[in-house]
């Protein structure tokens, strides 16, 4: 199976502006995560989405959005960005196995906020 | 809330040597513990699994015990190479406080090891 793919790999944005990003996950799985990485604050849990509803958010302004499509397909929306916004931005999609989730990210994609 | 704290790092090994990460954490209830690895330019990538107490996960030479009446998930491996240098987090999910498959993570360990 194909594994997670997001676009685009690398995003150079100017403060003010607004991105989207794009996360397709493994086939078959419903439920798909978001987290952004920097490395002040480390891996922080954004949102994860499962049969096109949110089902958990973390503590991140609401800027932050996203929404998912009946195919899975996730999309993340930053709106007003702040410098503060770069990050790399994971996407991972789940599994249950064993009686826990385990999650398959993808490589993520870089924003730059200049 | 869940919590995971990591060894500080970075932490730097000669091939062969012994590893051991420490990792414990703070949950309600009984949470899935996991090791995850990123390599340099790349995203997570799922090294091994734990889901109930004295489970123990294993994968490439790398094992964790789960641990409850220490609340610990220490990573280890008996030798290791040069192209297991990378990040190391630990992580959990579930736990009474949390649903879904949230992910809370460790701040993460580099891990470097010389020829």
């Known amino acids: 199976k194909a594994g997670v793919t997001q676009t685009p790999r690398y995003l150079i944005k100017t403060r003010g502006q607004q991105v989207t990003l794009s996360c397709s996950p493994i086939?078959?799985?419903?439920?798909v995560s978001w987290y952004q990485q920097t490395p002040g604050q480390g891996l922080q849990f954004l949102f994860e989405?499962?049969?096109?509803?949110?089902?958990n958010k973390g503590n991140f302004p609401g800027r932050f959005s996203g929404r998912q499509f009946s195919n899975s397909r996730s999309e993340m929306n930053v709106s007003t960005l702040e410098l503060g916004d770069s990050a790399l931005y994971l996407c991972?999609?789940?599994?249950?196995?064993?009686?826990?989730?385990?999650?398959?990210f993808g490589p993520g994609t870089r924003l730059t906020v200049t | 809330g869940n919590s995971v704290t990591q060894m500080e790092g970075p932490v730097t090994l000669s091939e062969e040597a012994f590893l051991t990460i420490n990792c414990t954490y703070t949950?309600?209830?009984?949470?899935?513990l996991f090791w995850y690895v990123q390599y340099p330019g790349e995203g997570l990538q799922l090294l091994l699994k734990?889901?109930?107490?004295?489970d123990k996960g294993s994968n490439k030479g790398f094992e964790a015990t789960y641990r409850k009446e220490t609340t610990s998930f220490h990573l280890e491996k008996g030798s290791v190479q040069v192209s297991d240098s990378a990040v190391y987090f630990c992580?959990?999910?579930?736990?009474?406080?949390?649903?879904?498959?949230?992910?809370?993570f460790g701040e993460g360990t580099q891990l470097t090891v010389n020829p």
């Open positions: 991972a999609s789940s599994l249950v196995s064993g009686g826990s989730y385990e999650q398959y």
């Open positions: 086939s078959g799985h419903r439920s």
């Open positions: 989405y499962f049969s096109e509803t949110q089902r």
């Open positions: 949950a309600t209830g009984y949470p899935s």
């Open positions: 734990a889901t109930k107490a004295d």
């Open positions: 992580a959990l999910s579930g736990g009474g406080e949390t649903s879904g498959s949230r992910l809370t």
